[in-house]
């Protein structure tokens, strides 16, 4: 049997998360250089091994095996016998999609195990049919940009619209450390938008308005107005109860140094940030984020090529 690999990318949020759960827009950012990869190796069973893992389609409810079958069933081909090694530089429940990520690399192996071509926006359906069944309600903002693999400006439910016509900017990622699971926080934000549905509007139409105006800052490349929407966006997410004091004190941080603006990405209550910063700013910005307690730092430049340093 030929060795293959499949892979998927890590992805942030912009700006918008959550408010897109209740169909304002939200702009997704693919990192192309974090990812999960799957493997192909000889079994005579179909089994997935993730860690120290190894599970079997006797485990019907994991997620995983649900995605399996969906896979096979969508492309009619039965369950592969082979097993598919995961192994992912994605860290998890923080904000980068890991789940959606892992997801996609398995099914992209399974269809390269069959020769089978699948539509990017078969394969989005399909991981988005997995990320419903399991997270709570998802808006698919994080399978989409997993899937295409391009920075998006998202609305649940609309046709994916891509932004490709953008200044090149540089981004700094830093983690807290600490994982939290989205569907906590989406559930939660849920309970509170259900107890008073006008005030939460109120909010998630701010939060959609920072993300159209956050849209025409790329275009033009105004990184202070952007910055500031960020940091805005940042607010209104505390009032969301989704930040934390580990993520709090990295946005102060990062302001107290420089940044033009910052703010939590992803679902939040942990996880990753993300600064927006000048140039000059970034190395002592990362020496700041580190004293403010974030465990990883990472410079990701947005632009044409997506391109990545660590
Ligand atoms: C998670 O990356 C983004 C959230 O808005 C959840 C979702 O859109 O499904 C928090």
């Known amino acids: 049997m030929k060795p293959l690999v499949a892979s998927a990318c890590a992805k942030i949020i912009l700006l918008g998360e959550h408010a897109v759960v209740y169909r304002q827009p939200a702009i997704a950012i693919p990192l192309s250089t974090l990812r999960a990869y799957a493997t192909r190796q000889p079994s005579d069973t179909p089994v997935i091994v993730l860690q120290e893992e190894r599970i079997t389609p006797s485990n019907a409810t994991h997620p995983l095996i649900t995605l399996l079958n969906l896979v096979c069933e969508f492309i009619q081909q039965p369950l592969p016998p082979i097993a598919i090694h995961v192994d992912s530089q994605i860290p998890i429940a923080s904000g980068l999609g890991s789940g959606a990520a892992i997801a996609t690399a398995i099914a992209r192996l399974i269809c390269a195990h069959y020769n089978v071509t699948l539509p990017q926006a078969s394969l989005n359906n399909l991981i988005y049919e997995t990320e419903k069944i399991f997270h709570s309600t998802p808006s698919g903002i994080d399978n989409t940009v997993i899937v295409y693999e391009k920075p998006i400006l998202f609305v649940k439910g609309a046709p994916v619209e891509f932004v490709d016509k953008f200044q090149p900017f540089k981004l700094l990622i830093?983690?807290?450390?600490?994982?939290?699971?989205?569907?906590?926080?989406?559930?939660?934000?849920?309970?509170?938008?259900?107890?008073?549905?006008?005030e939460y509007s109120t909010i998630f139409a701010e939060i959609g308005s920072l993300v159209t105006q956050g849209l025409a800052c790329m275009q033009r490349g105004d990184w202070q107005t952007l910055g500031a929407l960020m940091t805005r966006n940042h607010a209104l997410l505390q009032t969301l109860t989704v930040s934390c004091a580990e993520l709090d004190a990295l946005v102060e941080a990062a302001l107290a140094n420089g940044a033009w603006g910052a703010k939590l990405s992803g679902g939040g209550r942990g996880g990753n940030m993300i600064v927006l910063a000048p140039e000059a700013q970034i190395e002592s910005m990362t020496q700041a984020l580190y004293a403010a307690g974030a465990v990883h730092v990472m410079q990701v430049e947005v632009g044409e090529h997506d391109h990545h340093t660590a």
């Open 174 to 198: 830093a983690n807290t450390g600490i994982t939290a699971p989205t569907y906590e926080s989406v559930s939660d934000v849920r309970r509170l938008y259900e107890r008073s549905p006008e």
